[in-house]
């Protein structure tokens, strides 16, 4: 049973075929509808809210079909527009309270901040989870680290029979590996797997590193479609550069040369997953980048 009071949404008819109310949250909601934009009015709608005490008092939403618009009951001036990619995030915070249009809009202005260029450090080295520099040609794992929250769920090595120490260290982790679909003969690209590590180096050239694997280096092809990092035998262009950051507990981040948006990990097409740049409204605002940690082998 939904404890919540129901949200009230004012929706435009020309956009009423394209609400789609399949969200738990937004099933509990009223709706009212209003012809055009010319009889969209705020302040009647706030006035209409009022009326009704069972249904949330402090927002209501207001949907012209092609975005969202969370106002304030009580300050019509204070208005919150978000896509539909958004809603799944939005809505169920400020029905829960736990966001408020002034957080939202106060997330909204930091994010030039959180998307601001790293600098590139000159003299750059590339370092293990211990802090030591790993020299080029030595051979290292990328772990990918998890949410705390799922690695308390890890299942206890010890109690896994059968396999060595060093079977044991990498069981139940993510690692980066190398994956090439439907081995079609074009370039490998990374991608995330479970418990099998797959084994990369570095090489430095003119002061910059390039991490590799099996001879091949990371670059970004920026014609493909899901703007993944590939594995090719070319040293990459400086458009293709895969550029290294370092967070403050020595975990990397990996994103374009000169760019701001770090790369995660997701199915792409429901076939197979991608280290991949992910620039998505959804992954800008709420998304995190995907943490790396080079365990030396």
Not at 38 to 56: G, H, S
């Amino acid at each position: 049973m939904n404890e919540q009071k129901p949200i009230h949404y004012f929706v435009c008819s020309k956009g009423s075929d394209s609400l789609g109310l399949t969200n738990a949250t937004e099933d509990n909601t009223i709706v009212e509808y209003f012809d055009s934009e010319e009889d969209e009015d705020l302040a009647k709608f706030a006035e209409i809210v009022k009326t009704k005490p069972n249904c949330n008092q402090k927002h209501f939403i207001v949907y012209r079909g092609d975005d969202y618009c969370a106002v304030e009951t009580d300050n019509v001036q204070n208005i919150y527009v978000f896509s539909s990619i958004l809603r799944y995030q939005v809505l169920p915070k400020l029905v829960a309270g736990t966001e408020t249009i002034d957080t939202l809009i106060d997330g909204d202005r930091n994010l030039e901040n959180k998307l601001a260029k790293p600098d590139r450090q000159p003299g750059f080295k590339l370092r293990d989870s211990s802090g030591e520099i790993i020299p080029d040609g030595i051979n290292f794992a990328l772990q990918i680290l998890r949410d705390r929250e799922e690695d308390e769920n890890d299942e206890d090595e010890d109690e896994i029979e059968g396999l060595s120490k060093e079977e044991l260290f990498y069981c139940n982790k993510d690692w980066v590996g190398v994956n090439s679909y439907m081995d079609d003969g074009k370039d490998y690209f990374l991608c995330a797997q479970e418990s099998n590590y797959v084994s990369f180096e570095c090489e430095t050239i003119d002061d910059i590193v390039y991490l590799k694997h099996d001879g091949g280096y990371f670059y970004f092809d920026i014609d493909n479609k899901f703007s993944g990092i590939f594995i090719g035998k070319a040293v990459p262009t400086k458009e293709q550069r895969v550029q290294i950051h370092y967070d403050n507990n020595g975990d990397i981040c990996l994103t374009a040369w000169g760019g701001r948006v770090y790369v995660a990990c997701g199915w792409f097409e429901t076939a197979y997953n991608v280290v991949r740049l992910d620039d998505t409204e959804k992954q800008l605002c709420w998304g995190s980048p995907m943490k790396l940690r080079l365990v030396r082998l």
